[in-house]
């Protein structure tokens, strides 16, 4: 595939490729298949691990391009999906820890409050910008982290999470 856009041809896949079957979502978004193991998928790397974000950022288009899908943009020393994505970095991982959801219909709220769409391309996937400030670190712990992962997977499909190497 690679030679073929270096050379200016268009890419055409030797092996069949694979499409997946449309995932069934309820009206409010919540998505129908509980126990699918590969819900979660977390991108992690060490200090500095160059690509990191990138590979997260593109792996929920393209899952986000099928299913509903959520970026959390859990690395607390370097967040930079809302920079790749130009989205509002007030509406944050931050801003949703500081609000404490205890409830469902809380955490709904704030999930709802703090995500961003991708683009209109990608109709289905949502992000949740990392920490516009060092200062906020302390903020987001990883007790939030493991709070917020089930409270994501009630809702999305598919969970791809962003993180550094201090989580």
């Known amino acids: 595939a690679l030679r073929a856009v270096v050379r200016g041809d268009p890419y055409a896949p030797t092996v069949p490729v694979a ?11 919540i998505r129908a ?13 060490g200090h500095g691990s160059p690509g990191r974000t990138t590979v997260a950022l593109n792996l929920a288009a393209a899952l986000g391009a099928v299913a509903p899908t959520v970026l ?25 820890a500081h609000a404490e959801p ?6 709904e709220r ?11 391309r990608v109709p289905h996937a949502v992000a949740l910008c990392g920490i516009p ?5 302390t903020g987001v712990s990883a007790r939030f982290i493991k709070e917020l992962i089930p409270a994501l997977q009630e ?3 598919y969970v791809v ?6 989580l």
């Open 19 to 29: 499409v997946a079957e449309p995932v069934e979502v309820e009206d409010d978004g």
């Open 33 to 45: 298949e509980q126990d699918d193991p590969l819900s979660v998928i977390a991108v992690v790397g």
């Open 72 to 96: 959390v943009d859990a690395d607390l020393e370097g967040p930079s999906v809302a920079a790749y994505l130009d989205a509002d970095p007030t509406r944050n991982i931050f801003m949703l």
């Open 102 to 107: 205890a409830t469902p219909n809380e955490w």
């Open 110 to 120: 704030a999930i709802r409050q703090e995500t961003q769409s991708f683009s209109w």
């Open 133 to 137: 400030k060092s200062e906020m670190r």
């Open 155 to 157: 809702r999305f499909r």
């Open 161 to 166: 999470l962003d993180l550094g190497a201090e």
